[in-house]
Structure formats: C-alpha cells, structure tokens
C-alpha cells in the first residue's frame, strides 16, 4: 500500500514536527517527547485539560489544542498509547496552579498509563481529576477495552470541559461538566475499507468487496455486523438507530450530532449521511441544535463513517458555542 512517508517508525515524531512548523501559535513541543502543549501555556490560576493517545486518529488529540479546548496532548505511537512517563510530562507541562483534568478514551492502555501519570502527580502535590469517556454503543468490550469504547464523542468533552475551564471553573466545576457530556453522548461507526498502518504496509483486517461491517473501531477492532454493501440512507438508519435506542433520546429533546468521516470518506459521501440523519432526527421529533460534518476522530485511512448524537440543556449549548482556536477547531 502506498502511504505519503519516510521511513514508518519516523512517521509520528515527523508529524509532530509537522504540526507545530504549520501551527506556531497554536503549540509547541516538550523536548524529547511527543507532547505537545498551547504556545502560550500553562495558563495561571486556569484548570489545564489534556487528553491523549495513539496517533492515527488525526486531528485528534493535537489538533484541539488552544484556547477554550486542550491545554494539551500526548501521541502515542500509531494505535498505541502514550508511556505514563510521557503522560506525566503532559500534566506537569500544563499545570497552572489551578489543577488538571484528563479526559481519557476508553482504552486499558490509555487508562492505565494516564491514571500512573496523575497517581505520580498527585504525589508531588498536584490536584488532579480524571473522565474516561466510553461513548462507543457498538460493543461493550473489544480488543482495547474493558467496557464501552471512546471514540467521536471524546471531542464534545474536550470542547465543553475547554470552555468551562476558559471561563475560571474549577476543578470539580469542569469534571462536572465533562461527566455530563459523557452522560448524555452516543456514537456508532461502520467501516466500507479496512485501514493500513505505516508499519505493517497492508489492511489490518480482510474485508470483502461487497462487505461492510457494522460497529467497528477506531483501530479496526471487530465490530457488530458484516452484512452486504447496504445505502446510506440504510447505513445510517442502522447507526442513527442504535445511539438513539442507547440514548433514550425523545421528541422534543435538543441535540448536537457529527457525521464524522474516518479518513478516507469524501465529504460528498458525509454530506449524503448527513442528510439522511436530519431527516431521522426531523421525523423522530428531536430538535438538532448544531451539526459536525468532517473528519474528527479518524482511523487513519479508513473508509466509513461514525454517528455522534449527543442530549444538550442550557449549559452545554453555551459552553459548546463558546469561543475556540484550535489547528482543527474553530468556534468564533
């Protein structure tokens, strides 16, 4: 398979370089890690969020960095998590004084290691707190995880908790408002196309040509279904359908959704499905406050699509709609 690089065990140290020559203002790079952090960090008397994990899912993490989201972010190598040690430079770079929130995908590697990091932390007086988001409904275990995995709904948290701690919520005040994204947040995902790492050269996974499958991962784990190639409109009935049912989602409530492309999807083809979900949502009675379209959680070069729909009240629609500068997010 061709893949736009030098050599495979450079790829993530190259890109990282890459990211903060394209985004000075934005990051900066610890020395002698793969953190990166804001240009303009730590911020005094603000609660630093930060986040992590394997690289392959770009933009995600690094690309959230900046105000009113990440104060940073550690990448693992692709598809694999971060050291603690590589965790624990990331809590440290960015406390301000005013402590540090971890939002943590679901993975045991994530876990583990960013709960050593901020076990480590804590010992040397720092205040800490921690979220693990697992708002995959595919699946309740799989490969990585011990539970539900974290995917596409990982970046609502990131931009709720953002904006609250922006605004000089504390601690408990930011984790609180994580945990109610977390609380109210769905995603389901299906795959047309296996995705290739830069160290293997080849899929990860055997998919027919007349194959889809249902329920997949961010890193190509095993999902719920392989069916036949089915339209988008029944592709995203499927998905939209499951979150929903998860969700307990009622006529009348308010939501955000993202129509989130895996890497390798067109944005016509997103587009398609983000049709298809209005048109679900509309008949279904629920009230779409905002709509994502674009690649925001990827499984680098895969083909597919995931579904995020996530129940907004009062509070999450203002810090959702608050300002944000970050490489991959905008909000003015």
Known sequence: MKKLINE??????????????????????????????RADGPIDGKVGVVSGGGSGHEPTHGGYIGAGMLDGAAAGDVFSSPTGDEFER?????????????????????VMNFETALELQAMEGAETAEVIVNDDVAVEDSLYTSGRRGVCGTILVHKAAGAKAAAGGDLEAVTAVAEKVIDNVGTMGMALTSCVTPEKGEPTFDLGADEIELGIGIHG??????????????????????VLDDLAIEAGEE?????????????????????????????????????????????????????????????????????????????A
Do not use: F
Request: hydrophobic letters at 45%; one cysteine or more.
């Open 8 to 37: 495979p065990d450079a790829v993530v140290d190259e890109m990282l370089a890459g990211m903060v020559d394209a985004h000075p203002d934005h990051l900066r790079r610890i020395d002698g890690t793969q953190v990166l952090v």
């Open 90 to 110: 990331l809590v440290d770079a960015v406390d301000g004084g005013a402590g540090v929130l971890a939002v943590i995908k679901n993975y045991e590697g994530d």
């Open 221 to 242: 784990e095993p999902g719920t279904e392989r069916t036949e190639v089915m339209s988008a409109d029944a592709v995203t009935a499927e998905l939209t359908g499951r």
């Open 255 to 331: 939501v955000i959704t993202i129509v989130n492309g895996m890497g390798a999807t067109p944005l016509m083809e997103l587009y398609v499905v983000q049709r298809a979900l209005g048109g679900i949502l509309e008949d279904a009675g629920v009230d779409v406050w905002d709509s994502w379209v674009g690649d925001y959680m990827t499984s680098l070069d895969m083909a597919g699509v995931s579904i995020t729909v996530c129940r907004l009240d009062a509070e999450l629609k203002e810090l959702l709609a608050a300002p944000a500068d970050t490489p991959a997010l905008t909000v």
